[in-house]
């Protein structure tokens, strides 16, 4: 019987239209807590989140993706999370696939697990993925292996699942509010001996779903140079 509380975050800014169906399609039985943290929606996220009995945190102004996912993780540790799966509620990551990607850290063999559109990256274009962000995808992959010296298909997935010791050896909270956070964290992962795992799934690409748009795309890889750039000259130790 496993005693290991898992908790899911649901890092949410306007996602009304898609958050009772992330909810409904969360495995129960792997959820022993879930925590929505809404980064001053306009919508009714807040008030969906309260009728499906979600403990909610409310953040008074916008404080970005980053910024979100700190207050997400904070949380899950201070009510005794020993896994912490983030979901994004805009439903373009399937939460049937929570039990594959909490496995290696159940049974010690990864710290942190990673959901990757690209290791069948056929899948990705199935699912909707625009062919210059999958083709993005795969350039600034190949660039953040070279510098950090890792193997992984992709650095740019929202579905994760760290465990309480990967996020406890990490200071997270000196990362970026923006989207940069995810490489971020690789980077002190990496430097901290974490080892990080991934499994393939398929994510789907609809109006409804979050997806920034090419002119934000070009400042995350910017941002994302910079990251390797200050990894490069050792500013993350």
């Known amino acids: 019987m496993r005693t290991q ?3 899911i975050i649901l890092p949410a800014y306007n996602a009304a ?3 009772k169906q992330t909810y409904d399609d969360i495995p129960k039985d792997w959820a022993d807590d879930i925590i929505l943290v809404d980064d001053a929606s306009s919508d009714d996220t807040v008030k969906i989140a309260r009728s499906l009995g979600i403990h909610i945190i409310e953040h008074e102004q916008n404080l970005g993706y980053g910024g979100n996912q700190k207050t ?5 540790l201070a009510r005794g999370a020993y896994i912490i799966v983030m979901v994004h509620p ?4 399937d939460p049937a696939s929570i039990p594959q990607l909490i496995e290696p850290i159940l049974n010690g063999t990864a710290d942190a697990v990673f959901g990757s559109r690209m290791i069948i990256r056929s899948h990705a274009l199935r699912g909707g993925m625009p062919y210059w962000k999958f083709l993005g995808n795969i350039v600034l992959t ?7 010296r890792l193997r992984l298909t992709e650095y ?9 010791k990967a996020l406890s050896a ?3 909270e000196r990362n970026s509010n923006n989207f940069v956070f995810d490489t971020e964290i690789i980077v002190q992962l990496k430097l901290a001996d974490m080892r990080i795992k991934e499994i393939p799934i398929e994510t789907y690409y609809f109006p409804e779903a979050s997806m920034i748009g090419p002119a934000a795309s070009l400042r995350y ?3 994302i140079c910079w990251v390797m750039l200050r990894y490069l000259a050792g500013s993350y130790t």
């Open 5 to 7: 509380k898992i908790a």
């Open 17 to 19: 239209k898609t958050l």
């Open 72 to 76: 997400c993780y904070r949380t899950a």
């Open 90 to 93: 805009d439903h373009q990551y």
């Open 142 to 148: 190949k660039f953040e292996n070279l510098v950090l």
């Open 156 to 164: 740019h997935s929202g579905f994760r699942a760290y465990s309480r």
């Open 170 to 172: 990490i200071p997270y």
């Open 221 to 223: 890889a910017v941002s």
